[in-house]
């Protein structure tokens, strides 16, 4: 099985920052990859699909990249709604399996 | 509005039995697969299973496999995760999930609240 692995685990950082947070792949995979933003005590929240597709009602400072074994969030211009934990995940459209990464946590500086 | 609805948090002694509820509304119930997914206090998401409430297809993650049963009242746009004998180690928030495209084993655009389950003699 692929597993997920983010870094980096913990992410310190201002209003007005620009971050990344890599996810990679324990091997090669498809573009199947989405990430989610989980403020404290909330349901998950899907930010990107597919890699790069911007979820409707996701502002476009969040984008996402990569292919093969890395991939990344990055999300421009930090807002105070921002600090959070963010997922990546693993989906397979024609086969039920959904793989999460361990999460990373945003916190401000 | 499209939602998903899980029913409250519960609290439990170990041995005993429970049957938690994610009710749909808004949306075609029956199109859309639904999944659960854990999350222990403090960690990350894990995918436990997911049921076809259209005609009870029902798949599980192998690790979890046999822990519990995911179920579905297609009548009611209703579907269930039990438990016949908690542990401890059940302790934990519990969301359902839609993928976000109709059949399609996709990411997950729509959630439920999360039900709390809190298993301790």
């Known amino acids: 099985d692929i597993q997920m692995t983010q870094s980096p685990s913990t992410l310190s950082a201002s209003v007005g920052d620009r971050v990344t947070i890599t996810c990679r792949a324990s091997q090669s995979m498809s573009t199947w990859l989405a990430w989610y933003q989980q403020r404290s005590g909330k349901a998950p929240k899907l930010l990107i699909y597919q890699t790069s597709s911007l979820e409707s009602g996701v502002p476009s400072r969040f984008s996402g990249s990569g292919s093969g074994t890395e991939f990344t969030l990055t999300i421009s211009n930090l807002q105070p709604d921002d600090f959070a934990t963010y997922y990546c995940?693993?989906?397979?459209?024609?086969?039920?399996?959904?793989?999460f990464g361990q999460g990373t946590k945003v916190e401000i500086k | 509005d499209v939602q998903l609805v899980q029913s409250g948090a519960e609290v439990k002694k170990p041995g005993e039995s429970l049957k938690i509820s994610c009710k749909g509304s808004?949306?075609?119930?029956?199109?859309?697969?639904i999944a659960w997914v854990r999350q222990v206090p403090g960690k990350g998401l894990e995918w436990m299973g997911v049921i076809h409430p259209g005609d009870s297809d029902t798949r599980y993650n192998p690790s979890f496999q046999g822990q519990a049963t995911i179920s579905a009242d297609k009548s009611i746009s209703t579907a269930y995760l039990q438990w016949s004998s908690l542990k401890a180690s059940d302790t934990a928030m519990y969301y359902c999930?839609?993928?976000?495209?109709?059949?399609?084993?996709?990411?997950?655009?729509?959630w439920g609240q999360g039900t709390m389950v809190t298993v301790s003699s």
């Open positions: 995940q693993r989906y397979k459209s024609y086969s039920p399996e959904w793989t």
């Open positions: 999930a839609r993928p976000r495209v109709v059949g399609v084993y996709d990411a997950f655009d729509l």
């Open positions: 808004g949306y075609s119930f029956t199109s859309y697969w």
